[in-house]
């Protein structure tokens, strides 16, 4: 019995353990896609503002402006920093048009609240100061309280001396107290509260449990998910369950990328638990995916929190990278070396061929004078079986040499000869229409022009397997391009590779592609006119790629 129950865990063990990795490839795997799909986010994102700043400019009344106003901060609290302060700005100054404080302490706490996540500690207690909690309504009493909290809680967190700290510490308890007091204790603002509370006070399965509870209450795409999750990230962190910190950090930042919250930190944690895991590429990508939502966001606390990893990333990228084309170049030498021991063989066998069309010349002297030469015919004869056994040993040779170059071509006789069986037995037949009608027929050159093509991109590809995003790098982002599935290559991409290679002539590009010189010229200009920058210094960029001269020291 103790033998079966062992047996019985260690089944239970290995597939608990694949059904976990199986959960984080695949979170993985979508996040790679959702990735790749951001601008569909952000244009769902940015077009929802634009619909407000339509409503807002066709509404004369205050009130209905400021609560337009306040949708439109909503929108870009977690997506553009300077946008927000701008219509914050807008929303203060209309607020002296009313009558009540509430409306201008809604939106001074709004902005102390903002100061406050993006590092502005002074500014966000300088204006919750000047705010008598007294004179605030229920509601605006809440959020006063909310703020507070969170910025004595971030003072304390980054304040490196100790009094400051437990003068931080004691503020922020007592402003969560109060904000405790407050809330109903079955809503979501209560219990994201208590949640963190349980996590401090290293109760970390009444965190988890908690955490679970607020993540069913909200859908993915929501900036609240993305938090949730993120929490749930760190509660599994402490307790040491790297697979489960793995799985909420990838669903904190699925979140974050369907609802284009640019203000996050889910990716730059994935990428150095990657980075620690080996997994380089994945953790280069997710950190400058994160580099570029900071700059988007432009909050300095949040570049901060990325330059301590971005630089040991690319690093160790950068080397992984030099090393993979230092492989490329043993590889390309070796084939180098192997084109040229070719090319030695075609040579000579074209030299010995030669030798064997001089000697049936000499044959063909030798017959003719034989007539008159009956009186030497022992020594004729002896003559004759010299030159025949040399005649031999050149055909050995040429048949040898003839048998390699025909297994390198073997392909393409096979196919030519079927092709001329085929005519041939048509023109036997006297299928004359038949024939006329196989001989226009495409599909022949069009399956050995896409065998070229498919030969051409794999070797292209193996040399520079960055080149297509290198190439998109170069194209501004709405004219990207994105290859079909199966697809290594598509006409631009394959055009732009024979430049890359130096064959810029479209004359020499258009009799390789087998296209006409037109087409080509138009390709090359429409795709300069895709150019981030200077359209003519476009090509000499196109020639960069994958050169050793432009990588990183």
């Not at 019985?8 to 896609?33: G, R, W």
């Not at 027929?441 to 050995?448: T, V």
Request: charged share 25%; net charge positive; proline share 1%.
């Amino acid at each position: 019995m103790p033998k079966i129950r062992i047996t019985s865990l260690l089944l239970f063990i290995i597939v608990v353990n694949a059904n976990a990795q199986h959960i984080k490839d695949s979170l993985l795997t979508e996040l790679d896609k959702t990735i790749l799909n951001r601008d569909k986010y952000d244009l769902i994102k940015e077009n929802r503002i634009l619909q407000l700043k339509k409503d807002l400019s066709k509404t004369k009344d205050h009130l209905s402006q400021y609560k337009l106003i306040n949708a439109i901060i909503e929108e870009y609290i977690p997506h553009q920093l300077d946008s927000t302060l701008f219509y914050m700005d807008k929303n203060i100054a209309l607020a002296k048009h009313f009558p009540e404080k509430k409306y201008s302490d809604k939106v001074r706490i709004d902005l102390a609240g903002v100061l406050s996540s993006t590092g502005n500690y002074k500014e966000s207690v300088d204006i919750l100061n000047s705010i008598d909690e007294n004179d605030l309504d229920d509601q605006t009493l809440i959020l006063f309280y909310e703020e507070s909290m969170w910025v004595y809680y971030r003072l304390y967190f980054y304040s490196p001396l100790p009094d400051s700290r437990d003068l931080y510490n004691k503020m922020y308890e007592l402003f969560m107290t109060k904000l405790l007091n407050k809330l109903d204790h079955n809503s979501t603002h209560y219990l994201s509260v208590v949640e963190r509370l349980y996590r401090e006070k290293n109760n970390y399965n009444k965190s988890i449990e908690v955490n679970n509870e607020l993540l069913k209450r909200h859908k993915m795409g929501t900036r609240e998910f993305s938090m949730f999750a993120f929490s749930q990230a760190l509660n599994y962190r402490v307790i040491g369950n790297k697979k489960l910190e793995k799985k909420f950090l990838a669903l904190s930042a699925l979140s974050d990328i369907k609802a284009s919250v640019k203000d996050n930190a889910a990716n730059t944690e994935l990428a150095q638990i990657l980075f620690k895991e080996g997994d380089l590429e994945r953790a280069h990508h997710y950190i400058n995916f994160a580099f570029e939502d900071a700059s988007y966001f432009n909050s300095k606390l949040r570049f901060v929190s990325i330059s301590n990893v971005l630089p040991i990333i690319d690093k160790a990228y950068e080397s992984a990278i030099h090393k993979k084309n230092e492989k490329l170049r043993v590889s390309l030498i070796i084939i180098s070396i192997l084109s040229f021991v070719v090319l030695c063989t075609l040579f000579y066998i074209y030299k010995q061929n030669r030798n064997l069309t001089h000697a049936r010349k000499k044959l063909e002297v030798l017959n003719l004078k034989l007539s008159e030469l009956n009186q030497k015919l022992v020594v004729t004869n002896e003559m004759l079986s010299i030159s025949y056994d040399e005649i031999s040993e050149i055909n050995q040779v040429k048949e040898y040499y003839i048998a390699n170059l025909l297994v390198n071509i073997s392909e393409n006789i096979d196919s030519l000869n079927t092709y001329g069986k085929t005519v041939v037995k048509l023109i036997v037949s006297q299928k004359h229409d038949e024939l006329l009608k196989f001989t226009k027929n495409k599909n022949f050159l069009n399956n050995e022009l896409n065998k070229f093509y498919y030969n051409f991109d794999s070797i292209f590809l193996n040399i520079y397997p960055t080149f297509i995003a290198d190439f998109n790098n170069l194209l501004i982002d709405e004219e990207k391009i994105y290859l079909k599935e199966n697809e290594l290559l598509n006409t631009e991409l394959r055009i732009f590779a024979l430049v890359r290679l130096g064959i810029n002539d479209s004359t020499k590009i258009a009799k390789i592609l087998r296209y006409s010189v037109t087409t080509i010229y138009n390709y090359r200009v429409r795709t300069k006119n895709k150019a981030k920058g200077n359209r003519n210094n476009f090509e000499n960029e196109v020639l960069k790629i994958g050169a050793l001269i432009n990588k990183p020291k």
